[in-house]
């Protein structure tokens, strides 16, 4: 089955405690991306990537890195989270192309931090 | 700089009756149109798309969408609501190049009524 899988679904950290959320895909996609929702604002762009070891920032970087050294992952790390990094995330990938390509999102991962 | 303004918070309509949810987006290029819903503790699924061709689309669970260039918007129309459709629903807009790079709007989330 196609898919775009997070983990974890859920966690609750400390302010100032490095985490690293996984994302990985099964479909062979080149881009990979990573949002967070957050009420009333809808999903802003974290990070994206068109390729392994090609990534660039969205909107809302601060406080984010990404890798991509392989096609299928790619995860999201916070170094020091803090209490307004308390989101929903999700990954998103997809083949490039014109016209017919849409993103497939994973499950979200709903992060908190105290 | 690209956005999507989607002007209703909420909304709420009675089992059976008509619904239409409002897009209205800002893009300096040819657009590619999205309608998602997100369910309670789901991730993003895709209701429908927009390119090119025919301006009015069909999706998934009879849920319809009329892009109007002229109007710069992309409403998301269904002649009879369902009790399984209370959900988040999201407009976005990207590049017709890369379905990854999605702008959202704020979403407007949908509560029907017995």
């Known amino acids: 089955e196609a898919q775009v899988t997070q983990n974890p679904r859920y966690l609750i950290t400390v302010t100032g405690k490095k985490l690293t959320v996984t994302c990985s895909q099964n479909m062979n996609h080149e881009y990979m991306s990573w949002y967070r929702q957050d009420p009333g604002l809808g999903l802003r762009q974290i990070y994206y990537?068109?390729?392994?070891?090609?990534?660039d920032k969205g909107d809302v970087p601060e406080g984010y890195k990404v890798s991509r050294k392989e096609k299928r992952n790619f995860p999201l790390i916070l170094e020091s989270p803090s209490p307004n990094q308390t989101s929903l995330y999700f990954c998103?990938?997809?083949?490039?192309?014109?016209?017919?390509?849409?993103?497939?999102f994973g499950q979200g991962t709903r992060l908190t931090v105290v | 700089a690209q956005s999507v303004t989607q002007p209703d918070i909420h909304i709420t309509v009675s089992e059976g009756a008509s619904l239409e949810l409002r897009c209205n987006y800002s893009?300096?290029?040819?657009?590619?149109l999205f309608w998602y819903v997100q369910s309670p503790g789901q991730g993003l699924q895709l209701l429908l798309k927009y390119f090119s061709g025919d301006t009015l689309v069909q999706g998934i669970k009879g849920f319809e969408a009329e892009f109007k260039r002229s109007q710069s918007s992309f409403n998301l129309r269904k002649p009879s609501v369902h009790w399984s459709d209370a959900a988040e629903y999201f407009c976005a807009v990207g590049p017709i190049n890369a379905g990854n790079m999605l702008t959202f709007g704020g979403g407007t989330r949908l509560m029907v009524k017995p």
């Open positions: 990537s068109m390729n392994v070891e090609v990534t």
């Open positions: 998103a990938s997809s083949r490039p192309g014109t016209g017919n390509t849409e993103a497939f």
């Open positions: 893009y300096g290029a040819t657009p590619y």
